[in-house]
């Protein structure tokens, strides 16, 4: 059955960066998109972008352009977020997603706080 | 960006009763191809999202008959008919016709 696993928790630190993981199982990583989506606690889903694991090509939203960075390892069948320049305002959860949202992780929770 | 306008922000029903969630795009959500990519998704208290309908009125596999969804152009519906207790939780809209693919902003589902 289709899996997506996402990483744990973050808490970070104003001004850095956090990695998140989306490991997919249960089907070809390489032939689906790879959707993430924020979702601020009790507030609404907002999508970021997707890469897409076949060719690794990326689409971000403008408005997390130069805040979010996707990227792909086939081998092991991961996606990866990169959140960088971290404020108070990407404290969320994020979700990965496969392709039309048909699968969803559990979601990350992250907490940017000094 | 597409605008999705979703309505009511919350409601309550009793069990067994019915409900209906408007939700209104702000352009045509007709794809070139001639789909229309409009889908309906329920996240449960502490839960993901789940996919419930997808290409306006296509329930996605394990999907009860319970859940039904209409529409054209820039007005859907999504039907929730005998409502039980797992039904609780928040509805969105959400567009996959132009990027970037948006959601509307919930309807909360409580339970009587």
């Known amino acids: 059955q289709v899996q997506l696993q996402q990483s744990g928790a973050e808490l970070a630190k104003p001004g850095t960066s956090v990695k998140l993981s989306c490991k997919a199982s249960?089907?070809?990583?390489?032939?689906?998109?790879i959707y993430w989506v924020k979702q601020r606690p009790g507030q609404g889903l907002e999508w970021i972008g997707y890469?897409?694991?076949?060719?690794?090509?990326?689409y971000y939203s403008e408005k997390f352009k130069g805040k979010a960075t996707f990227t792909a390892d086939t081998s092991s069948s991961t996606a990866y977020m990169l959140l960088g320049s971290l404020t108070p305002e990407d404290s969320a959860y994020y979700f990965c997603?496969?392709?039309?949202?048909?699968?969803w992780g559990q979601g990350t929770l992250v907490t940017v706080s000094s | 960006d597409v605008v999705m306008t979703q309505t009511p922000v919350s409601m309550s029903v009793s069990l067994g009763g019915q409900v209906s969630i408007s939700c209104r795009s702000s352009q045509s959500l007709v794809h070139n191809n001639g789909n229309t990519y409009l889908s309906w998704y329920i996240q449960k208290p502490s839960q993901s999202p789940q996919l419930l309908i997808y290409k306006v009125s296509n329930r996605f596999s394990g999907i009860s008959d319970r859940f039904s969804g209409s529409g054209s152009g820039t007005d859907f519906t999504l039907k929730i008919s005998r409502v039980e207790p797992d039904d609780l939780g928040v509805y969105y809209c959400?567009?996959?016709?132009?990027?970037?693919?948006?959601f509307g902003s919930g309807t909360k589902l409580e339970i009587k």
């Open positions: 959400g567009q996959g016709t132009q990027y970037p693919l948006t």
């Open positions: 890469i897409y694991p076949g060719n690794g090509g990326t």
């Open positions: 249960g089907y070809t990583f390489t032939s689906y998109y």
């Open positions: 997603a496969r392709d039309w949202f048909a699968y």
